[in-house]
C-alpha cells in the first residue's frame, strides 16, 4: 500500500507566451498527501508528473501530530520523496547553579519607640525600662493563673522584654526555679518563636513593691501574636512585654560577620559597631533609645540569588526519521508544490 496523493488544484493552463523567448513559467500547485501503514525508510514517493515536469520546491503546511516533514528532490524532475521525522534532544539537559550577590544596604528608622535592653531578673529596678508593657500591656496573675494581655505588634522588628511589676503593697515572690516565657510571632513574614525565661532561687525571687523585673530576649519580632507563661510566680504580680534595641535587619548579612556592618548612627551620632551585631539573628544593638528616636545602618547584605544555567545546548540533530515499517495511516499533511509545467 502507497501513500495516496490528492490535489486541491487542477493542473493549470500555461500561457499562451510560453514559445516566447526568455519565458519560463512557474506552477504552483497545493495537495493532500495520506501516509500508509508501513512507512518505508527513506521517506515515501510522491508522483508530481501530472502538474509539474520538474519539482523546484515543496512546502508543507507545518508539524502535524507532532511529526515533521522535509521533502528529498535529489531524484531530479517530478519524483519527490517526502520524509517524516519526530523531534528529539531539542535541548540537551541543564543545571542551574544559584549565586548569591552582596549589595551595600542601607536601613533607617524614624521616630521609634524608645527601649532599653538592660537585663535584671533577679534585682528590683526602681523603674519600668522605656516601653517595658508597650507590646503585651500588664496583666495580673489571679487564681495562680496569668494571660498575656492585649498585644500591640513592635513598630520595627526587634527583640521583646518581660516585665514583671509589683505594686501590691507589699513584697511578692517570683516563681523559685525557671519562668518560661514562649513568645510567638512572625519575622519578616516567617514563624518566630523565642523562649525568654527568667530564673529565681529563694535568695532572690521576693520582688518588693513599686519594683521590677526584666528580661530581654534576642531574636527580632515583627509581629507578636501571643506570650504564654508555664510557672507562674504570686497572685498580685503584673507581667507584661515591651520593644528592645535589638533591630532586625530587611536583609541577611553577607558572611554573616561583625565585619558585616560598616556603620551605625542613632539620632545623628555615631555608635561604635563592636559588640552591637548579632550574626546568628541578623540584628544590630543600637542600646538604649528615647521615644521618638532616629537609627541608620549600613553594611553588606546577601541581596538576592542569581541562578545561572550550564548546558543545555541545542543538539545539532534535532529530529529523527521514524522506524521503517512504521504505521502512519492516520496521518495526512497538506503541501505546496511548485515548478515546471509538462511540456
Same mark, same amino acid.
Given at each position: ?16 507566451l ?74 540537551a ?54 494571660a498575656?494581655?492585649a ?5 520595627r ?26 513568645? +510567638? %510571632?512572625?519575622?519578616?513574614? &516567617? #514563624?518566630?518563636?523565642?523562649? *525568654?525565661?527568667? $530564673? ?5 525571687? @521576693? /520582688? ?101 544555567a +550550564? %548546558?543545555?545546548?541545542?543538539? &545539532? #540533530?534535532?529530529?529523527?526519521e *521514524?522506524?521503517? $515499517? ?5 496521518? @495526512? /499533511? ?10
Open positions: 500500500m502507497a501513500a495516496v496523493l490528492t490535489f486541491n488544484t487542477p493542473a493549470p493552463a500555461v500561457s499562451a510560453r514559445g516566447q523567448a526568455g519565458y519560463h513559467p512557474l506552477v504552483v500547485t497545493t495537495g493532500r498527501i495520506a501516509f500508509d501503514d508501513s512507512y518505508p525508510t527513506g521517506g515515501e514517493s510522491v508522483d508530481l508528473s501530472n502538474v509539474l515536469k520538474h519539482v523546484l520546491g515543496v512546502a508543507f503546511m507545518g508539524a502535524k501530530s507532532g511529526y515533521l516533514f522535509e521533502a528529498d528532490l535529489t531524484a531530479g524532475a517530478a519524483a519527490v520523496k517526502v520524509l517524516v521525522r519526530t523531534p528529539v534532544n531539542v535541548q539537559v541543564h543545571t542551574h547553579a544559584a549565586t548569591t550577590k552582596v549589595m551595600r544596604a542601607f536601613y533607617s528608622g524614624g521616630d521609634v519607640k524608645g527601649g532599653a535592653d538592660t537585663n535584671s531578673p533577679n534585682a528590683d529596678l526602681a523603674s519600668e525600662p522605656t516601653n517595658g508593657h508597650a507590646v503585651a500591656a500588664f496583666a495580673t496573675v489571679a487564681g495562680g493563673t496569668w498575656c494581655g498585644i500591640t505588634h513592635p513598630d522588628p526587634r527583640n521583646v522584654c518581660v516585665t514583671v511589676y509589683n505594686d501590691s503593697g507589699g513584697p511578692l515572690n517570683l516563681f523559685e526555679g525557671v519562668m518560661a516565657f514562649l513568645v +510567638t %510571632g512572625t519575622y519578616h513574614g &516567617a #514563624a518566630q518563636t523565642e523562649t *525568654v525565661s527568667i $530564673t529565681s532561687t529563694a535568695g532572690n525571687k @521576693a /520582688v518588693a513593691t513599686t519594683k521590677y523585673r526584666v528580661q530581654y530576649g534576642v531574636k527580632a519580632f515583627s509581629t507578636v501574636t501571643s506570650i504564654t507563661l508555664n510557672n507562674v510566680p504570686a497572685d498580685g504580680l503584673k507581667i507584661g512585654a515591651g520593644p528592645g534595641t535589638h533591630f532586625g535587619l530587611p536583609l541577611d548579612l553577607a558572611t554573616p560577620a561583625e565585619a558585616d556592618v560598616l556603620d551605625f548612627a542613632v539620632t545623628a551620632v555615631r555608635k561604635a559597631v563592636t559588640g552591637c551585631v548579632d550574626t546568628a539573628n541578623n540584628t544590630v544593638n543600637v542600646e538604649a533609645i528615647a521615644d521618638a528616636a532616629d537609627f541608620e545602618v549600613t553594611y553588606l547584605a546577601a541581596a538576592y540569588v542569581s541562578a545561572v +550550564t %548546558g543545555g545546548a541545542i543538539a &545539532a #540533530a534535532v529530529a529523527a *521514524v522506524a521503517d $515499517t512504521t504505521n502512519l495511516s492516520t496521518l @495526512a /499533511v497538506g503541501f505546496v508544490a511548485w515548478g515546471l509545467p509538462p511540456v
